[in-house]
């Protein structure tokens, strides 16, 4: 039995035959506990069988159905109607990225960043062949960043990525942190000077967008300050190592 009526006021754009984008409304029936995307596959299913978004798991854990739903990058699976306290829901396509069809996005450019920072374990030569234990604390420094699940949603609001296309973004260089901060890995070094750039960590503008939409809490910025600071320790070391070579020259 329905508990009342929403209204869904739905972006619509289909390249094919469509000049603009443009905003179509369904009146959602609603049952207790209903997610938004129940909500969508309920238009799909009744009013509009065109009507194309992403979808899988349903549990939170595949990332497909990122959304802006209300003006806030969601999972439309996580996002129960009764919590939005609105009776028009606005659902939108993800920012940052191309509109391929409705709610679909084109998440090649999120992917192709991904893909730069080498997201596998790439193991010290000294373990390569026989098993490395880790300790609790070794696992510790590197769980925070393990529940990323590539939903896009970090790269989708970042405004970094909106000014700066080659900008690698906040899901891969949360990626990136997770292996720097595994004691297995043994490229951490390579891993952070190929990202001292203002295309790596230095593009980031420190605005903290990514951990407010992160539907798994990942600290992306604290990722990113860390892998800067490393950088920076790193330059003072090298020119602290040159402090006695030049004050030998001067007194020869």
């Given at each position: 039995?329905?508990?009342?009526?929403a209204l869904f006021d739905v972006?619509?754009?289909?390249?094919?035959?469509?000049?603009?984008?443009?905003?179509?409304?369904?009146?959602?029936?609603?049952?207790?506990?209903?997610?938004?995307?129940?909500?969508?596959?309920?238009?799909?299913?009744?009013?509009?069988?065109?009507?194309?978004?992403?979808?899988?798991?349903?549990?939170?854990?595949?990332?497909?159905?990122?959304?802006?739903?209300?003006?806030r990058v969601r999972l439309a699976?996580?996002?129960?109607?009764?919590?939005?306290?609105?009776?028009?829901?606005?659902?939108?396509?993800?920012?940052?990225?191309?509109?391929?069809?409705?709610?679909?996005?084109?998440?090649?450019?999120?992917?192709?960043?991904?893909?730069?920072?080498?997201?596998?374990?790439?193991?010290?030569?000294?373990?390569?062949?026989?098993?490395?234990?880790?300790?609790?604390?070794?696992?510790?420094?590197?769980?925070?960043?393990?529940?990323?699940?590539?939903?896009?949603?970090?790269?989708?609001?970042?405004?970094?990525?909106?000014?700066?296309?080659?900008?690698?973004?906040?899901?891969?260089?949360?990626?990136?942190?997770?292996?720097?901060?595994?004691?297995?890995?043994?490229?951490?070094?390579?891993?952070?000077?190929?990202?001292?750039?203002?295309?790596?960590?230095?593009?980031?503008?420190?605005?903290?967008?990514?951990?407010?939409?992160?539907?798994?809490?990942?600290?992306?910025?604290?990722?990113?300050?860390?892998?800067?600071?490393?950088?920076v320790m790193k330059k003072i070391?090298?020119?602290?190592?040159?402090?006695?070579?030049?004050?030998?020259?001067?007194?020869?």
């Amino acid at each position: 039995m329905a508990e009342g009526i929403a209204l869904f006021d739905v972006y619509r754009f289909n390249p094919e035959k469509d000049s603009g984008p443009h905003r179509k409304k369904y009146e959602v029936e609603l049952q207790k506990n209903m997610t938004v995307l129940d909500g969508l596959r309920q238009v799909q299913e009744r009013r509009d069988g065109f009507l194309a978004f992403r979808a899988s798991c349903q549990g939170g854990q595949c990332g497909a159905c990122a959304m802006r739903i209300n003006g806030r990058v969601r999972l439309a699976c996580e996002t129960r109607i009764e919590t939005l306290g609105k009776h028009v829901i606005h659902i939108d396509p993800l920012p940052n990225l191309t509109v391929i069809r409705d709610l679909v996005v084109d998440m090649g450019p999120f992917w192709q960043s991904y893909e730069q920072i080498r997201p596998w374990l790439s193991p010290d030569v000294h373990h390569v062949e026989r098993e490395h234990p880790q300790a609790p604390g070794d696992r510790e420094r590197m769980d925070a960043y393990t529940g990323c699940i590539l939903c896009g949603a970090c790269y989708a609001v970042c405004p970094a990525v909106r000014r700066t296309p080659w900008f690698v973004g906040p899901a891969a260089l949360a990626k990136v942190f997770r292996f720097v901060a595994d004691s297995r890995d043994g490229d951490a070094g390579e891993r952070i000077e190929a990202l001292n750039s203002h295309a790596g960590v230095w593009g980031c503008d420190t605005t903290f967008c990514c951990i407010r939409v992160c539907p798994k809490g990942v600290p992306t910025t604290h990722a990113i300050t860390a892998m800067r600071r490393k950088l920076v320790m790193k330059k003072i070391k090298g020119i602290l190592s040159l402090i006695p070579l030049e004050r030998e020259s001067t007194t020869g």
